[in-house]
């Protein structure tokens, strides 16, 4: 069975097609921003187009447009595919591609959040997580992490700032997918954002009209 794994919550994109257990082809690149362009290009360029049985997609936490972005094309490709569909938390991605490189440790996750926060959570040595992921600011972040080892886009920072343990900077990978344990999937799809939109709703005026004054 193929499976097509798609990440897109943070400033890179990234896609990986598997046959089994193996990977036949991916594609990662750090945009920043951009994703709504070149995701589809993406898969279209992975062999067969991509096409699988099965689709594994970043719920977030990340960007409010990158979340989105990669859940309506999961969900556009596994309606036009009849696709089974499933959802993964980044962190747990990130959590995988640090185990995979020192198996059998607790780790720590740590990406960019918005407004100057930090995504962060803890992950046992079995992958899954020790309580929920958090947007917090730097010093927050720092203390709410106690494994030695973190992983992420701003794992460096973290480890200077509470002054010990080991970095491992990186951006979530899809190819690294498969190595989530599969009590950390969602077979509900709806994003994760770890934190309230920065847009709200404008108050509704008494004639029920948004924007409208009394």
């Known amino acids: 069975m193929r499976t097509l794994a798609i990440e897109c919550a943070t400033e890179a994109c990234s896609v990986a097609l598997f046959a089994g257990d193996d990977l036949l082809a991916h594609d990662h690149r750090v945009l920043g921003r951009g994703h709504a362009e070149r995701l589809v290009p993406m898969i279209a360029d992975l062999p067969d187009r991509g096409k699988a049985a099965r689709i594994l997609v970043s719920l977030g936490p990340g960007s409010f447009t990158g979340v989105r972005i990669g859940i309506a094309t999961a969900r556009a490709l596994a309606y036009a595919w009849g696709a089974a569909i499933a959802g993964y938390p980044t962190l747990a991605l990130v959590a995988a591609m640090v185990r995979a490189q020192h198996p059998g440790r607790a780790v720590g996750a740590c990406t960019v959040g918005g407004h100057g926060e930090w995504f962060v959570q803890s992950f046992g040595p079995d992958g899954l997580p020790r309580g929920e992921a ?81």
């Open 134 to 214: 958090r947007s917090l600011v730097p010093d927050e972040a720092a203390r709410a992490l106690d494994a030695d080892l973190v992983g992420g886009t701003r794992a460096e920072e973290l480890v200077a700032l509470r002054g010990h343990g080991q970095a491992l900077p990186l951006h979530p990978d899809a190819r690294h997918a498969l190595a989530i344990p599969p009590a950390a999937l969602e077979a509900t799809i709806r994003p994760a954002y770890g934190r309230p939109p920065d847009a709200r709703p404008a108050p509704t005026g008494k004639g029920g009209h948004a924007g409208a004054r009394g």
